[in-house]
């Protein structure tokens, strides 16, 4: 996956969370984003890295998103894969 198709899995997947009334405010909440900021840093590679760390801690996430975006479920991971960051391992 090239860097530009993961941007546009995390932008859809940003999308996804932003209509997700219950998910929404616990994602806003674990990055210190404000709603009303997530239009610029939708344009911000390591946010959009964020997105999808975020939404592929629980399978239950990635199927829903995948389900509606018409995804494969390996695809929120592949795309952070190929976004900063993903080179990196912390172990806390």
Known sequence: MTPEQAEDVAIRA??????????????????????????????????????LEFVTMDDA????FCDTQGLPYEAPLRAR???????????T
């Open 14 to 51: 940003l999308g996804w969370l932003a209509g997700n009334e219950d998910l929404c405010p616990v994602f806003l909440a674990s990055t210190g984003a404000a709603a009303e900021d997530l239009r610029a840093l939708a344009r911000v590679p390591a946010f959009l890295a964020s997105v």
């Open 61 to 64: 996430w990635v199927v829903a």
């Open 81 to 91: 894969h190929a976004l900063p960051g993903a080179e990196q391992v912390h172990w």
